[in-house]
C-alpha cells in the first residue's frame, strides 16, 4: 500500500512535529510505500534537513522500503539542500535515482550534513568547524573569543552522545542565518539526530527500577538534562548535558532535546517553546536543537 505524506511548507522544528503526525497516519494505514512530497517546501532549517534523514530512516526500518522524496520546486530551497550535503546523506535512506552534483563555494553553513559513526567522526568534525566557528562566532555573533573553545567542548558533547547513546547512527549540521520572525537578529542553530535507543531506552538499566512506574521518555529527559544522570556509573558522567544546558543559558538561547514521545527545553524569553512537552508522537533515538543568538554589539566582551 502506497501513501503520499506532505512536508510541511515551513520544516523545521516545528514543521518536524507537523510530519510526524502524517507519518504515524500512514504508519497506521500499513503503508509500506512512502513518498514524502517536499514539493512545496519554501523553508528548512538545519533541524528540519537533517529531520528528513531521520524521517526517512526510521520509514526503512519500519517498512523495508527506501522512500522517495521529491525535491523541492523552490530553487533557493533546492540550492540549499544541494550545497548543505543533503542528496549525498541521503543515499542509501531514500530510493534517490541519481545524486545532483554537489554545490561548493563559500556560504553561511557552519557545518554541512555530517554523519556521525565513530568517535574518530567527533574529532573530525570539531576541527573542521573551529575556524569556521571563530569567524561566526566573533565576527557574526560578537561573542568573546573563548566562547570559540566552548562552542568546540559543546559541539564535541552533543555528537559524542550519539555515539555512547543512541547505538546507531546519527547527523550533525549547523548554520548562521537572520532569525527575522522571534528574534530579529541573527542566530547560530546547531543540530543532531540520531534515530537509536533514545534517553528513555539508554538510562533504563541504571534508573528505570528507581522512577517505577513514573518511568517514560519524559522522566529520563529530566533525568539527563537536569540532574545529570548517566547510563554509565563512572564518577562524573553525565554531566555534559547540565553543562551545555548552563552555557546556552548564559549565551541566552534556546536548548531543546526530544526523545521517544517527550520533548524538554530551556526556552529564552524570545520563544514560547513549552519548557516540557509529553505524548508527542513517538520517534526513536534523540534530537537536539541548540539557538545561539548573536550578543547585543552594545555588551561588554
Not at 99 to 116: C, K, M, N, Q, Y
Not at 129 to 135: L, W
Not at 164 to 180: I, K, P
Amino acid at each position: 500500500m502506497s501513501r503520499v505524506v506532505t512536508v510541511p511548507e515551513e520544516m523545521d522544528n516545528r514543521g518536524f512535529e507537523e510530519l510526524l503526525v502524517s507519518l504515524d497516519e500512514a504508519f497506521e494505514e500499513g503503508s509500506d510505500r512512502i513518498l514524502l512530497n517536499a514539493k512545496h517546501v519554501r523553508w528548512v532549517s538545519p533541524y528540519g534537513l537533517i529531520g528528513l534523514l531521520a524521517v526517512g530512516r526510521v520509514i526503512l526500518d519500519r517498512t523495508g522500503n527506501a522512500p522517495s522524496i521529491e525535491a523541492p520546486e523552490s530553487r533557493d530551497v533546492r540550492s540549499y539542500w544541494d550545497f548543505m550535503g543533503f542528496w549525498q546523506a541521503a543515499v542509501g535512506i531514500f530510493d534517490v535515482p541519481s545524486v545532483p552534483p554537489r554545490i561548493f563555494g563559500p556560504h553561511d553553513a557552519l557545518l554541512e550534513i555530517t554523519s556521525i559513526r565513530s568517535h574518530r567522526d567527533v574529532h573530525s568534525v570539531v576541527e573542521r568547524v573551529r575556524e569556521r566557528a571563530a569567524s561566526i562566532l566573533e565576527k557574526r555573533l560578537h561573542y568573546p573569543k573563548a566562547a570559540v573553545i566552548q562552542f568546540s567542548v559543546m559541539l564535541s558533547e552533543v555528537c559524542q552522545n550519539i555515539i555512547e547513546h543512541s547505538d546507531a547512527d546519527g547527523w550533525v549540521c549547523a548554520q548562521t542565518y537572520h532569525y527575522r520572525e522571534r528574534l530579529g537578529r541573527e542566530v547560530l542553530m546547531l543540530a543532531v539526530m540520531d534515530v537509536g535507543v533514545g534517553f528513555q531506552g539508554s538510562l533504563a538499566a541504571e534508573h528505570a527500577r528507581r522512577y517505577g512506574e513514573s518511568w517514560s521518555s519524559a522522566t529520563a529527559l529530566e533525568a539527563a538534562l537536569l540532574y545529570g544522570e548517566s547510563r554509565f556509573r563512572d564518577p562524573g558522567r553525565g554531566q555534559g548535558l547540565q553543562a551545555i544546558r548552563r552555557q546556552v543559558d548564559r549565551w541566552g538561547g534556546e536548548l531543546a532535546i526530544r526523545s521517544g514521545n517527550a520533548q524538554i527545553a530551556l526556552v529564552p524569553d524570545w520563544d514560547d517553546l513549552p519548557p516540557m512537552q509529553r505524548d508527542l508522537p513517538s520517534f526513536p533515538g534523540a534530537q537536539i536543537l541548540i539557538v545561539m543568538p548573536a550578543r547585543d554589539e552594545s555588551e561588554g566582551r
